[in-house]
């Protein structure tokens, strides 16, 4: 899975193992290798729904057969490329490259961070389907799943919520939420089998923005290949329905692709002692469209576009033990499992091409992108009458107050005698007039009495829209044999809407300007120096100043040592800077509260602390990368990490306050190593120690101390295979995360194409470990029965 190449060459960096052919992506060289409505809580109206998808998905698939019928005069004067995943030989000739670190052809000579570089087509063949197990592989990466529709990815580990400090890139464009600097993996509007290989670098990418402030996943697709017709089916335990189909013509200088897929299953079982549903099903349908059409000898405009609908359950927290009245009381506000419906979607148009200022060239590349994410998701939430109540309400706004559960029984006690003294929930000592509020509060209590601790249920919404739209532009030139420099900006609009979180629209404007210099003054030495400035109008207290450095030398011939400094800053998003977050609660039919109202706010209104400040992280690493080409490749790297000024939440799922004095600093080791042996077997391991030291319950949740992996693959004959992936994590929260795959594929030739089978086993964990946002004092586990599932799949591949 680790790709590295012959260093001595100063090129190419992927060893394959499979055909090779150079094209073009965006505006660097690139060696390529082809590869291959509502949920309704499990009723029977879901799965109406979702078979209906399925057969929508059928109707596609004959709609893409016939055109393609109808195209084959025109096309049989374009020879279509081989089959994606048929063997070649490789040349000494063919270049290898990263297209993703520092936004420059770059090899494992010159990177400036460590990359790993996987093929789609290698993953398949281990079984893997979900992005997140791709990222399972890559050293560093860490993974906890939340449950069957949620997960979190984080490099060096993760907190509770979607991580914001790493960024999502498909083709060099930013895939992840207008509003939230994150992404859904699980229901993103593209699959693993429309991609040809995944870059990931690890470390401070400044040339992508703030919210690559850790790392950047760049997922990729090569236009060119995705001619000829292709279409997969997976079944299997879990209630597992995939359907994926795919077409590509080459009509003239023009390439066209267009995709259709479906995907569903219903998460994971509850415990045997499990009470109450456990309701995390997804589902998602996405089509998408490649354009690709070559304007002249020197110029080609690139679009993509794609469009996803999902449907998804969150099982909520009636699962999880409470040994504490904190955790009793914020366990009582959700009474069942959200439902939610999410679209998402995005359109990219770049134009690329090469000029000439005197002796000096130049690629240049102009985008207009465009991203939307729409959420439509209700709750259903209980709370006592003290919970809704607006004299609480008023107290809690006090800049001396925030109640404090540890008060409840103060707070009872005025209840029954008009009497309020408060301790834990006094952050500051009163004004006099805070006080005589605060005094006022228990006569207020004691008329109502204990009528306060009645519950009332309802519904509230967490809906909310973002779109986004960017233009970016960047220019690579090559000022010399021994100089070469990116410039780059881009200025990108924000129109984000949610009532439960803004309070109503929030528009935001960012600018971002990155340079990077790369001198090569010997055969040896590489250094690399980026500096990247970025400005956001809903940030008024600072700008991101942020900049990396590195500097390689090839040891011996295989062998490359690289040093690289960087600090990365991370401007906070919308939600984290205009933040009025409150739930409106409309209750249950014909219910009122004590003061006679149908409905009422939540007592807290959660406010962004004013002057929010970027985050900030100093990394330092030094790396050893060795490569014997197309043989061994290894990847050793030390690091050292200070993170500062983090944006930080408390575990009180009803609370929502930010704070910007966070702290964290991690240090470790990680390893990748990917080995060919002279008889065909290939096998792959990463391995990541990290020691993380914080004072901020939120940032030390999901940080492992050990995580890695360790697979294999063995050809049987010619045309099948036996892989094994065993993935491993040490202790988060309760218990550590256990998972072996195992697969056998089988492929039938048939004229002009393939027929593919195969069989993949997984055996997972008896939990699925993740910290909620629900108590810093008793971090809890979603716990799930170990199960043993098979999923079958067969594809055909006609060229």
């Not at 790392?215 to 359907?243: K, P």
């Not at 805070?434 to 008329?447: K, M, S, V």
């Not at 190593?673 to 391995?687: D, F, K, M, P, Q």
């Not at 049987?716 to 491993?728: C, D, F, I, R």
Request: net charge negative; proline share 4%.
């Amino acid at each position: 899975m680790l790709r590295c190449p012959d260093p001595n060459r100063g090129m190419g960096l992927r060893a394959h193992l499979k055909p090779v052919r150079v094209t073009r992506l965006g505006h660097h060289a690139l060696c390529s290798k082809p590869s291959p409505s509502t949920l309704n809580n499990g009723t029977e109206k879901h799965a109406d729904a979702m078979t209906s998808s399925f057969k929508i998905g059928c109707a596609l698939g004959a709609a893409l057969l016939t055109f393609y019928a109808q195209a084959q005069e025109s096309l049989e004067e374009y020879p279509l490329v081989p089959d994606p995943a048929d063997d070649v030989i490789i040349t000494a000739d063919s270049g290898t490259f990263f297209i993703t670190p520092a936004r420059m052809q770059s090899s494992y000579l010159d990177t400036p961070n460590a990359v790993t570089q996987l093929e789609v087509a290698t993953l398949r063949k281990l079984g893997i389907t979900d992005m997140v197990d791709v990222l399972r592989l890559v050293p560093g990466m860490m993974v906890s799943e939340t449950h069957g529709s949620d997960v979190s990815v984080g490099y060096h580990g993760a907190n509770v919520n979607v991580p914001r400090r790493s960024e999502v890139l498909y083709n060099s464009n930013r895939l992840q939420r207008p509003g939230y600097a994150g992404a859904h993996w699980y229901r993103l509007p593209l699959d693993l089998q429309d991609l040809n290989y995944i870059e990931v670098v690890r470390g401070p990418s400044p040339e992508y923005g703030t919210n690559a402030m850790t790392s950047t996943v760049n997922l990729i697709q090569d236009t060119i290949a995705t001619r000829g017709l292709y279409g997969s089916t997976r079944i299997g335990e879990g209630q597992t329905r995939d359907l994926f189909l795919k077409g590509g013509w080459q009509l003239g200088e023009t390439q066209l692709g267009l995709r259709y897929f479906h995907r569903e299953n219903n998460g994971f079982d509850g415990a045997v002692d499990f009470e109450g549903n456990y309701e995390n099903d997804v589902a998602t349908d996405s089509v998408m469209m490649n354009l690709e059409h070559r304007l002249s000898a020197n110029w080609m405009l690139d679009i993509a576009g794609s469009y996803a609908d999902s449907s998804y359950q969150i099982p909520g927290f009636d699962h999880l033990n409470s040994d504490d009245p904190f955790l009793a009381v914020a366990l009582s506000h959700f009474r069942v499992s959200p439902d939610a419906d999410e679209t998402s979607g995005f359109f990219s148009a770049e134009l690329h091409g090469a000029a000439y200022t005197g002796n000096i060239g130049h690629n240049i590349t102009v985008g207009l992108n465009a991203s939307t994410y729409a959420r439509d998701q209700a709750i259903s939430l209980c709370g006592n009458n003290f919970a809704f109540d607006p004299r609480v309400a008023e107290v809690d706004a006090l800049p001396s107050v925030h109640f404090d559960m540890r008060d409840q029984i103060a707070v009872v006690g005025a209840m029954l005698s008009g009497n309020l003294v408060l301790d834990h929930s006094l952050i500051q000592t009163p004004s006099q007039q805070e006080q005589a509020t605060i005094d006022a509060l228990g006569p207020y209590l004691q008329r109502y009495g204990l009528s306060l601790l009645e519950e009332r249920c309802g519904f509230t919404d967490q809906d909310l829209d973002e779109d986004r739209y960017e233009l970016n532009g960047n220019v690579v030139s090559r000022l010399s044999d021994t100089l070469e420099n990116v410039f780059g900006l881009a200025y990108t609009r924000n129109d984000v809407t949610s009532q439960t979180y803004l309070n109503g629209e929030v528009d935001q404007d960012t600018v971002h300007l990155y340079d990077t210099l790369r001198y090569t003054p010997s055969p040896r030495w590489v250094f690399n120096g980026t500096l990247a400035w970025e400005s956001t109008s809903t940030v008024d207290s600072d700008e991101a100043l942020s900049y990396r450095v590195a500097a390689n030398y090839q040891l011996q011939e295989n062998l490359v040592l690289r040093a690289m400094h960087a600090r990365s800053e991370r401007l906070p998003d919308v939600y984290e800077t205009e933040r009025m977050w409150t739930y409106a609660v409309d209750y249950d039919a014909g219910d009122t509260d004590h003061l006679g109202r149908p409905g009422a706010n939540l007592i807290r209104t959660a406010f962004s602390p004013n002057h929010l400040k970027p985050e900030v992280l100093e990394h330092s690493e030094i790396s050893l990368s060795y490569s014997q080409f197309n043989h061994l490749q290894a990847d050793l790297t030390v690091f050292h990490e200070d993170y500062s000024d983090l944006i930080s939440e408390p575990f009180n799922y009803v609370d929502f306050r930010l704070t910007n004095d966070g702290d964290l600093q991690t240090q470790g080791a990680e390893l990748g190593v990917h080995h060919t042996l002279r008889n065909g077997i290939e096998w792959g391991a990463s391995y990541v120690y990290l020691d993380a030291d914080t004072d901020t319950p939120f940032e030390g949740t999901l940080r492992p101390d050990h995580a890695g992996n360790l697979w294999a693959i063995v050809p049987l004959g010619s045309n099948s295979a036996l892989s094994g992936v065993y993935y491993g994590t040490a202790a988060v929260a309760d218990g550590s995360y256990d998972r072996f795959d195992l697969t056998l594929s089988h492929r039938i030739h048939i004229q002009r194409g393939h027929i593919d089978f195969q069989v993949n086993y997984r055996h997972y964990p008896d939990g699925i470990n993740a910290f909620t946002e629900i108590s810093s004092l008793t971090p809890n586990v979603a716990l799930v029965d170990g199960q043993d599932r098979v999923f079958v799949t067969a594809s055909l591949a006609f060229f």
